[in-house]
């Protein structure tokens, strides 16, 4: 009777393991870049939101000074609590509108976030 109860087991074939193991590997091979570029996106979502808060400035100092301002100290915006983009620059400003840019550091180095005036958010490099 033990005999037979032995004779039955039976595992996996060398064949099937290594269909698993494709398998695996292509899924792998198609989510890793998909989760690395969401990655990416959540990172340039910080510098999304400190041009935010450099629009929302550049507005206030608008209201103000009826032009927008080159002047990050005018603004008053502090990047230092960010992980990602700790710093912008004001590309141009004058009475009709304005650009402000910023460049991603650490883990988001080459990802670069724009706004505008109008609150138009451009990003390159994810």
């Known amino acids: ?3 037979k109860i032995m004779k039955r087991k039976k595992g996996f074939t060398l064949v099937e393991l290594m269909t698993v193991v494709i ?3 292509i899924l792998a091979a198609i989510a890793v870049p998909l989760y690395r570029n969401n990655v990416r996106r959540a990172m340039a979502s910080e510098g999304a ?9 550049e507005r206030v100092y608008y209201a103000e000074h009826n032009t927008y301002t080159s002047d990050k100290d005018a603004l008053g915006v502090d990047a230092s609590g960010n992980k990602y983009f700790t710093d912008y620059e004001i590309v141009s400003a004058d009475e009709d ?3 402000a840019r910023t460049t991603g550091t650490g883990d988001a180095a ?4 724009t706004i505008d005036q109008d609150g138009n958010i451009t990003y390159s490099g994810i």
């Open 23 to 25: 398998i695996v590997g």
């Open 110 to 113: 080459g990802i670069t976030v």
């Open 49 to 57: 939101a400190l041009l935010g808060a450099v629009r929302t400035a």
């Open 1 to 3: 009777m033990m005999k």
């Open 97 to 99: 509108g304005f650009t």
